[in-house]
């Protein structure tokens, strides 16, 4: 929200909120939070980026050498409809890129929501939606005028189109056999993400609260999300490791 007052209001993404050196001469500059609903919401926190030794704080402006934006082909995750609109938001204002986004097909019905919220950004020639299969995503991902893919989806996904159409896929990436595409690609792929539980003396309300958590993890869109909780991590010593697994069993 930051970002967009200060597009608004200025016409450049908002200052960093604090810039200090650190060891070897490096900037730091305060990233989190900034503006007023961050401060309120998330009071006592801070968050950093530490630049390269030896690297200016500013290190490119995307465009100001007047090249054209690349074009990026975005195939839009299946499992969460607000990662495509996040996805978009990125490509075009961090990574200086046009868009062209395939739908998963399971989100075609989101077509015509996704054209009205991004208007602005498909009449500037920024973005434009298309719909259609795997030939259609085939086709898009080698036109020549895609300079570089992102995806959120399933690994399979990611190595059918990297190794397949030349037999066993799995034999093929396991050979080192080169993918098809040289193109760059970004994917943020399923994982087993874990959920740690620090051994401490909890409160009962505590562990309810944790337990009820994972259990709403796992039933929130099917366990469809790459946050969600795949393994559960306690310390085998922990006095409270009972407890807390018979309230998740409750729950």
């Known amino acids: 929200a930051e970002y967009f007052e200060a597009l ?38 801070k968050g950093e980026l ?7 704080l500013e290190q490119e402006r995307p465009g100001a050498d007047g090249t054209r934006a690349r074009l990026y082909l975005l195939l839009g995750a299946g499992n969460q409809s607000s990662v495509v609109g996040a ?3 990125s490509l075009v204002f961090q990574h200086h890129a046009a868009v062209v986004c395939k739908l998963n097909p399971v989100n075609d019905y989101l077509l015509k929501p996704l ?13 434009a939606f298309v719909t259609g299969g795997v030939a259609m995503t085939q086709a898009l991902i080698h036109h020549p005028s895609v300079a570089a893919i992102h995806m959120t ?11 397949g159409g ?9 050979s080192g056999a080169p993918p098809n595409l040289t193109k760059p690609f970004q994917a943020e792929l399923g994982c087993v993400t874990p959920y740690i539980l ?49 309230a998740l069993e409750a729950e």
């Open 198 to 246: 620090a051994p401490g003396a909890w409160s009962d309300a505590a562990v309810a609260l944790h337990a009820r958590e994972v259990a709403a993890m796992v039933v929130h869109n099917a366990h469809f999300n790459c946050l969600a909780a795949q393994v559960l991590v306690t310390a085998r010593w922990w006095p409270q490791r009972g407890q807390f697994l018979a």
């Open 115 to 127: 054209e009205h919220a991004f208007a602005p950004l498909i009449d500037a020639g920024l973005l």
């Open 166 to 174: 030349h037999g066993d896929i799995a034999a093929r990436k396991a």
């Open 50 to 56: 530490w630049i390269e030794e030896g690297k200016p």
């Open 87 to 89: 996805d978009i938001l």
């Open 8 to 45: 608004d209001t200025t016409g450049a993404p908002p200052p960093p909120a604090g810039v200090r050196t650190v060891s070897g001469g490096r900037h730091a500059v305060q990233t989190f939070p900034i503006g007023l609903y961050e401060n309120l919401f998330f009071a006592g926190w």
């Open 153 to 163: 989806g399933s690994d399979k996904t990611y190595d059918a189109i990297m190794w």
